[in-house]
Nanobody
């Protein structure tokens, strides 16, 4: 497992952009990474995932075309670029990681064994 720390959240107007970062305590080049979010009163939901190779990504339908997941192995950091933000994107965003992760898309919470503490994203209308 690795320790994960998110940053980059904040308040933004609808249509704006934010880039979330997820700094890992160790090397992540063999780790798949994912982003989830949780709005008040709702379950934590999958947002995006990237394979350990970085060559495969998958998104929830509600962010396709707006969000981009990536990771920089040299910096041991994962990213979530969020564009065209909507008020319904308001939530606490969590990054997650798991070593290797296999070949499939990791879209479930229990696919991951390392989690960050979350960063708040608020989109005003």
């Amino acid at each position: 497992q690795v320790q994960l720390v998110e940053s980059g959240g904040g308040l933004v107007q609808a249509g704006g952009s934010l880039r979330l970062s997820c700094a890992a305590s160790g090397r992540i080049f063999t780790y798949a990474m994912g982003w989830f979010r949780q709005a008040p009163g709702k379950e934590r939901e999958f947002v995006a995932t990237i394979s350990w190779t970085g060559g495969s990504v998958h998104y929830a339908d509600f962010v396709k075309g707006r969000f981009t997941i990536s990771k920089d192995n040299a910096k041991n950091t994962g990213y979530l670029q969020m564009n065209s933000l909507k008020p319904e994107d308001t939530a606490v965003y969590y990054c997650a990681a798991v070593k290797d992760g296999g070949l499939g898309y990791l879209t479930q919470r229990n696919d991951y064994d390392s989690w960050g503490q979350g960063t708040q994203v608020t989109v005003s209308s």
